[in-house]
């Protein structure tokens, strides 16, 4: 009966009476401690690491194994990478060693404090990766997509995306005023103010769902352009639906919030907010870096993923090259066609190209007659080739 009455009389109190008070029934009622602050250091540790291992490996195969450029869809995922750092190392020795997955009236109010000043850089730090990797998958469609209106809708995107990662940016830093009263208010101060802080983050997380589905849609739509055999097809789908899973982390973090500025108990009721934030930034981070290794892995097991063709017929491949795309010219292959280590086309057919200047070939189907094509004009010396491919 005491616990009963003690727990009602809580609704009629400040934050710090609250704490009090809810620490008298926890001890009266006997009840466990709860602690889940190891499990949320873990899970950044972890995540960290094998995101690191995805952007060393992206970099590696690229250098050194299909030699091919570094794009500024690469450089922005480094940084993404990078910029991803600090916000690890406050969720590790900030956020959860200052009380994040413990009840709150476990802790004292000098390390509650804490806890709200960490969590409010987190805040921050995570309008900033959002926005980031976005931008980084935008960058990687605009290098593979060379049709002029795909182009300009995902040039429009990037914008829309800088111009609300930057307004978010700002509402968060300004959500209260002043700045401290953020945290200041836990222990009755009266001397500031804050606007809805639950509508910022709502409005921030539906706003970048609805930009996620639209940065799906944007490649999807592309697919009935490409000559492909309807299995390739499912494939390439398939590889861009990777990023939906991005959008269902969204949708489960968002589903998190609802006590996120309201809550009594906040280092408890936050830590699935933090989880799927660091799970949703972390995978989408190594979903970025698929499409790369997908590369490593026809480069290192042409057998199992690379693709060979066997048909009675020869055609005209579209050739991409200098950002221009030419459907219907460029080489003739030949029927049969496999891929050797070196990275050329081969052929056991008499027929043969003769290329004059030097270009890497890389087949995109098994079933259809598309190469993507990579002009090395801009290098100082030129290879002539006259391989048989």
């Known amino acids: 009966m005491d616990c009963v009455v003690a727990a009602a009389a809580e609704s009629a109190c400040e934050h710090t009476d609250i704490?009090?008070?809810?620490?008298?029934?926890?001890?009266?009622?006997?009840?466990p401690l709860r602690d889940r602050s190891d499990a949320y250091k873990d899970l950044n540790i972890i995540l960290g690491s094998i995101t690191g291992f995805f952007i060393l490996l992206r970099f590696f195969s690229k250098i050194f194994i299909i030699n091919d450029h570094?794009?500024?869809?690469?450089?922005?995922?480094?940084?993404t990478f990078f910029s991803g750092i600090p916000g690890t190392v406050i969720n590790v020795v900030g956020v959860a060693a200052n009380g994040l997955g413990r009840d709150v009236w476990t802790l004292g109010m000098e390390k509650m404090m804490r806890f709200i000043q960490y969590l409010y850089a987190m805040e921050l730090i995570y309008f900033t990766h959002i926005g980031l990797l976005k931008t980084t998958l935008l960058l990687f469609y605009l290098r593979?997509?060379?049709i002029r209106k795909i182009r300009l809708l995902l040039i429009g995107t990037l914008v829309f995306n800088g111009m609300y990662t930057l307004a978010f940016l700002i509402a968060g830093l300004l959500q209260c005023r002043p700045m401290n009263f953020y945290w200041t208010q836990y222990t009755g101060a009266r001397n500031g103010h804050c606007f809805n802080i639950n509508a910022l983050v709502w409005s921030q997380a539906a706003i970048g769902i609805v930009l996620d589905l639209w940065m799906l849609?944007?490649?999807l739509s592309q697919l009935r352009h490409l000559k492909l055999h309807w299995k390739k097809k499912v494939g390439v789908a398939l590889m861009f639906f990777v990023g939906t899973f991005i959008t269902v982390i969204s949708i489960v973090r968002l589903q998190s919030l609802i006590h996120f500025a309201n809550s009594h108990n906040p280092t408890w009721d936050n830590f699935l907010a933090g989880k799927w934030s660091t799970i949703e930034v972390n995978v989408g981070i190594i979903c970025s870096c698929m499409p790369s290794m997908r590369l490593v892995l026809v480069r290192c097991f042409p057998i199992v993923f690379g693709s060979t063709v066997s048909r009675s017929r020869s055609g005209s491949a579209p050739v991409v090259a200098n950002g221009s795309y030419h459907p219907g010219q460029g080489l003739r292959i030949t029927p049969k066609r496999?891929?050797?280590k070196e990275g050329y086309l081969q052929s056991s057919e008499a027929e043969a190209i003769v290329m004059s200047r030097s270009y890497m070939v890389?087949?995109?189907?098994?079933?259809?007659d598309t190469i993507a094509m990579n002009d090395f004009v801009n290098h100082p010396r030129p290879v002539y080739s006259s391989r048989v491919v």
């Not at 704490?19 to 009840?31: K, V």
């Not at 794009?71 to 940084?79: E, P, Q, V």
């Not at 890389?362 to 259809?368: A, L, P, R, Y």
């Open 362 to 368: 890389e087949v995109t189907g098994s079933s259809d």
């Open 217 to 219: 849609a944007l490649p």
């Open 70 to 79: 570094i794009y500024a869809d690469d450089w922005m995922a480094l940084f």
């Open 19 to 31: 704490q009090s008070a809810r620490n008298l029934t926890a001890t009266a009622c006997h009840e």
């Open 144 to 146: 593979i997509f060379p």
């Open 338 to 340: 496999s891929v050797s």
